[in-house]
């Protein structure tokens, strides 16, 4: 089968929706290697590289007017590439779907993995908020099966969009095999003696954004500080 993805997060996001592309099709592409993976992005980077697997196409805008307007491309204009490369299945991976590809035969697949602009409009600008909205309605509509990766997001979708709770699968994020490695001491002490750390402190990672919710996990650590004494670290 030909599989194809909408790679813009895999080859230029380096959080969270990056991690969940890489992640995905790393594993795909080794435990079904029958399946011919195609990659279509924008443009090229370093965060990804696909000559390292046998089973995987990396496809990108070749026309000068594709080139010019990559967002077009990615958005709609794909969908004669696609149907060029006789895809079978297509994996939305990050909230939209490419307008026009239910007019074609090609099955679709699209992760949401939030409703953010929804629950908290104010934190994106008047014309985000507006594109975000009618990308992921299309793709929640037509999609012939909707990934969520937690419960809550498939209930903002059923609520916010309409959806059938049938057309929707919770499909849990995967783990970096990375975080199974264990660090030795030697490795721990000289990381805190780099950084100064204490002996004991909460850790917060991620990126420092309003909805992260930081800041309200300043605001309770202060307000425990005469109970609580151990500090805070952020990885941003």
């Known amino acids: 089968m030909k599989i194809g993805y909408d790679a813009k997060r895999l080859y230029q996001n380096g959080t969270g929706l990056g991690h969940y592309s890489r992640t995905l099709i790393h ?5 079904f290697t029958d399946n011919v993976y195609y990659l279509f992005a924008p443009k090229k980077t370093k965060k990804f590289e696909s000559k390292k697997y046998k ?3 990396s496809f990108f805008p070749a026309t000068i007017i594709n080139k010019l307007f990559k967002a077009f491309w990615r958005s709609s204009w794909i969908v004669s590439d696609l149907v060029k490369n006789n895809i079978d299945l297509y994996h939305g991976l990050s909230h939209e779907l490419p307008f026009g590809i239910h007019k074609t035969t090609i099955k679709t697949v699209v992760t949401m993995h939030d409703l953010i ?10 014309i985000n908020g507006y594109l975000y909205k009618k990308k992921y309605r299309y793709a929640c509509k037509h999609a012939n099966k909707i990934i969520t990766i937690s419960q809550q997001t498939k209930l903002d979708v059923i609520n916010f969009c309409a ?3 049938a057309k929707i699968e919770v499909c849990y994020q995967s783990c970096d095999p990375i975080f199974r490695d264990v660090v030795s001491i030697e490795n721990k002490n000289a990381i805190k003696h ?6 004991e402190y909460f850790l917060s990672v991620g990126s420092i954004i309003e909805r992260k919710n930081l800041f309200s996990v300043v605001k309770a ?10 500090p805070i670290v952020v990885i941003g």
Do not use: C, G, W
């Open 221 to 230: 650590l202060h307000q425990l500080k005469s109970t609580l004494q151990i």
């Open 117 to 126: 602009v929804e629950r908290y409009p104010k934190q994106f600008s008047i």
């Open 163 to 165: 959806v059938n709770a």
């Open 27 to 31: 594993a795909l592409a080794n435990m």
């Open 194 to 199: 780099l950084y100064n750390l204490p002996d």
């Open 55 to 57: 089973n995987i196409i």
